[in-house]
């Protein structure tokens, strides 16, 4: 069974510094799929970047990267030059595979997620 | 292209009710996944549809129900309502095969059972 775990219940940041957000994770396969989404107080959730687990480089998009270490099972996700807007809960996801295919392989387990504060 | 629309975002029900919600995915994504957000339970995953078939379940009682259309709308069913059932309903969709794999959100729907 696949497992999330995100050990920061709470952050507090000061606004443009950099801040990394936790994440190991547990699981036998070796194809698999790691996703980050953040969700704002309105509740929508908001996919900020992904990694395959075949993937040899790691994540890049805009601010956000993913400190993808496989061999430690980790998948921290690093955002640079934090803004007041970044404050919300993150949430890092596992995916059974690391492309979609047509077996039913969308299932993401989440884990309890990081409340992320930016401090003006 | 818009994004995953869910409709309605609020509802308020009564215990032993029941409910449909509505998900239309991002064109030309033919997945969509269900999830529910609690304060104590996180983010469960229900169910997921892709070419109107449900190709996984989630551990929740038969209670809850889904299905998809051809068009790749889906809906999912929640019949005879619980306090417990409180809670955000989240519906997400993707490319499936040829896609990079993420997986879109819509904003949600609140219930609200009393």
């Known amino acids: 069974a696949q497992k999330i775990t995100q050990t920061q219940p709470g952050m507090f940041v000061q606004e443009k510094e950099a801040v990394t957000l936790d994440c190991t994770y547990d699981?036998?396969?070796?194809?698999?799929?790691l996703f980050w989404y953040k969700q704002p107080s309105s509740g929508e959730m908001i996919f900020l970047i992904y990694q395959g687990s075949y993937d040899e480089q790691n994540a890049t998009e805009g601010r956000y990267s993913l400190n993808f270490q496989k061999a430690r099972k980790s998948a921290n996700l690093v955002i640079s030059a934090s803004q007041l807007g970044d404050s919300a809960m993150y949430f890092c996801a596992m995916r059974e595979a690391s492309k979609p295919t047509n077996f039913g392989n969308e299932k993401l387990t989440f884990g309890t997620g990081t409340r992320l504060t930016i401090i003006p | 292209k818009a994004g995953v629309t869910q409709t309605p975002r609020y509802l308020i029900k009564t215990r032993g009710q029941q409910v449909t919600l509505s998900c239309s995915p991002i064109s030309g994504h033919r997945s969509v996944s269900w999830y529910q957000q609690t304060p104590g339970q996180g983010l469960q995953f229900l169910f997921e549809?892709?070419?109107?078939?449900?190709?996984n379940k989630g551990n929740f009682p038969g209670r809850f129900s889904g299905r998809q259309f051809s068009n790749s709308r889906s809906e999912m069913n929640v019949s005879t309502l619980e306090l417990g059932d409180s809670a955000l309903y989240l519906c997400a969709s993707t490319q499936r095969v040829g896609g990079t794999g993420e997986q879109y959100f819509g904003p949600g729907t609140r219930l609200t059972v009393t």
């Open positions: 699981t036998s396969d070796q194809s698999y799929g």
């Open positions: 549809y892709f070419s109107e078939t449900q190709r």
